[in-house]
């Protein structure tokens, strides 16, 4: 099977990067071994929210270039102050082509609300998402924060809690009695907010809703559920807020998360709708080398038929994809065999401390400036490497993962495009 691109992985990145080359007219398959990572997000996106020596970053943009100095193996540092903020700018030009309106911006960070009722800060952020300014409060002076009558995955005492310390709102807490959820609430595993979602996004059901919310809600002058609504687009939630009159905004869960479904769920929609061909459920296996440059790939359902491109991408994310490998002698990359940061001994991949950052996150893939891959540190000709399985930076520490993935996807995506036209 012939591609112009192959991109191995069907998350944040791989999407992002399949999607760009697909509007540039080229031909993309997307091989996804299984659920990406994107089911078990918030749905907000980071840039950049910490530096290596724990300053808060208010301004992505203008901490870069002393990121640059901390981290000089950042894949931001590797393409340079400059670029980065090119290409942020153009993701949320590509979010947005995805349908997806996103708030915020890269000149400055913005505080979510997260499920504890906490603030955290970020660079996108869905509309249904409660936010602030740096230093801001919330608008409103009276809260009600719903849960839903047995759903365990969302604990509306702990944000009602944290919202009245933090914030000095007034925090009403109450259950939402919905008896058309029943037949899922019957079944633990089932009662899940991606099948609530199902259930309340129906039009017949929002009278019901808008009724029970109401009498919950009292004089509260916004509302906070749980994020069980929404799942395909934004409308059921506009036409529970025009119902009720008055704001309602919407909490990430426990995974799955509806928020994160949807994101992916869009961003496949694109590929797709461009032409893009997606294979889920498959796994790169292994793959042909001439000299520098990758002929051919084989994966877990194709065996024996290679998949043949002038360009790879490799978005296999981290260990919780299998994109990199611990074992007790190393970390390795298991398709290519690439270079990868790491520490030699065992006992410096981690730290005691559960909170400090974990040295094995910023483990991951060598590439050069171009983001191309190496191996025996020369770089693979036809090779990029983006995302979570890209190393020289703690996503989590840091608050750059989507940042990265997406920043990455873009400019590997270029690259290609100008390869393609200097050819």
């Known amino acids: 099977m012939q591609f112009d691109v192959v991109v191995i992985g069907g998350g944040l990145a791989g999407l992002s990067c399949a999607i760009r080359l697909a509007e540039q007219g080229k031909r993309c398959a997307v091989v996804s071994s299984g659920q990406s990572a994107l ?50 700018a153009e993701t949320v030009q590509l979010l947005a082509r995805c349908g997806m309106q996103m708030q915020g911006s890269s000149e400055h960070n913005h505080l979510r609300v997260t499920p504890l009722g906490t603030r955290r800060a970020t660079w996108l952020s869905p509309q249904a998402i409660p936010t602030t300014e740096l230093g801001g409060v919330l608008p409103w002076r009276k809260l009600a924060v719903l849960g839903i009558e047995g759903f365990l995955d969302f ?39 991606v099948n609530i979602a199902r259930v309340l996004d129906v039009p017949e059901n929002l009278a019901v809703l808008t009724e029970e919310i109401r009498r919950q809600a009292g004089e509260a002058e916004a509302v906070f559920l749980p994020a069980c609504l929404g799942l395909e687009s934004d409308q059921p939630l506009a036409a529970l807020r025009e119902a009720l009159g008055k704001p309602v905004f919407l909490l990430p869960t426990l995974p799955p998360s509806v928020l994160g479904m949807r994101l992916h769920q869009a ?63 190393g970390i ?32 991951g893939v060598q590439t050069d400036a171009s983001l191309r891959a190496l191996k025996q540190g020369q770089a693979i000709v036809n090779l990029y490497a983006i995302g979570a399985v890209v190393g020289g930076y703690d996503p989590l520490q840091q608050g750059c993962g989507a940042g990265v993935s997406l920043v990455g996807a873009l400019h590997v995506a270029q690259q290609i495009a100008m390869q393609e036209v200097s050819a």
């Open 39 to 88: 089911y078990f997000s918030s749905g907000s996106l980071d840039l950049l929210a910490q530096l290596p020596d724990g300053t808060a970053v208010e301004s992505p943009l203008a901490a870069l270039p002393a990121l640059a100095q901390q981290a000089p193996q950042h894949p931001y540092s590797l393409l340079g102050a400059a670029r980065v903020a090119t290409l942020a």
């Open 155 to 193: 604990q509306p005492q702990m944000a009602a809690s944290s919202l009245a310390e933090e914030q000095g709102v007034m925090a009403k807490v109450a259950s939402l009695h919905l008896p058309l959820l029943d037949r899922l609430r019957n079944n633990p595993s089932e009662f899940r907010a």
């Open 267 to 329: 961003l496949r929609q694109r590929l797709q709708q461009l032409g893009g061909v997606f294979m889920p459920g498959d796994t790169v296996l292994r793959a042909d080398f001439d000299g520098q440059r990758i002929s051919g790939l084989y994966t877990r359902n194709h065996t024996d038929i290679p998949l043949r491109a002038q360009q790879v991408v490799l978005a296999s994310g981290s260990f919780f994809s299998n994109g990199l490998v611990a074992e007790f002698d």
């Open 332 to 363: 390795r990359e298991p398709v290519f065999g690439l270079d990868v940061y790491s520490q030699p001994q065992r006992e410096d991949w981690s730290r005691r401390d559960l909170f400090a950052p974990q040295p094995y996150l910023q483990f």
